[in-house]
């Protein structure tokens, strides 16, 4: 049995018996209007479920190189930490240096992937503006606030883990 039949019609003689024939074979009538916002509110939550699914799978690609990247510099950098421990500095002293060079890292990183983000994005939008007209741009501050914090937490993390393992910094 087909699951949808499309019907036009033209009098409302001939809606009120689609109706009933309907109802007797336990189907409904939908205006097209109603069964055209159903099929788009529908796609609209399938279109915002794969673009999660997606970001979140960027998010998880991005906070593993961003950790593996972080451990390998600073595993390359053990006659650096050496050398300091063996100028004077502590194991903390080198710990909290370790930490705020990560940190300035990351905040360079996110800088520069906010100026090639806006000067990408507003092409595609100077782009969209001649061919649609102009549109609000919205910025979802909070996302990016928790993305480029979770960003900077991971390389901080990252980049301490060896000089707290390491017993060259003691």
């Known amino acids: 049995m087909p ?8 009098t ?3 809606v009120a018996a689609l109706r009933a024939v309907a109802l007797q074979a336990a189907a409904r009538v ?19 479920v794969g673009l999660e699914l997606l970001l979140g799978i960027a998010i998880a690609y991005s906070a593993i190189g961003i950790a593996s990247t972080s ?12 050398l300091l421990g063996l100028t004077g500095a502590t194991r903390w002293q080198v710990l909290r240096f370790t930490a705020a060079e990560s940190l300035v890292l990351s905040v360079a990183a996110v800088i520069t992937a906010a100026v090639i983000s806006v000067l990408v994005l507003g092409g595609l939008w100077v782009a969209f503006a001649r061919a649609a007209g102009i549109v609000a741009v919205v910025v979802p501050w909070p996302m990016i606030g928790v ?13 301490t883990m060896p000089v707290l393992l390491s017993k060259a910094a003691e």
């Not at 699951?3 to 033209?10: A, D, E, F, L, P």
Request: aromatic share 4%; no cysteine.
């Open 3 to 10: 699951g949808s039949v499309y019907v036009r019609t033209r």
């Open 12 to 14: 409302a003689a001939a």
């Open 30 to 48: 939908v205006p097209a209007a109603q069964w055209s916002a159903a099929a788009s509110d529908q796609r609209s939550r399938q279109n915002q």
């Open 71 to 82: 451990l390998m510099s600073a595993s390359g950098r053990r006659a650096e930490r050496a």
């Open 147 to 159: 993305i480029a914090g979770g960003a900077a937490l991971i390389g901080v993390v990252a980049s």
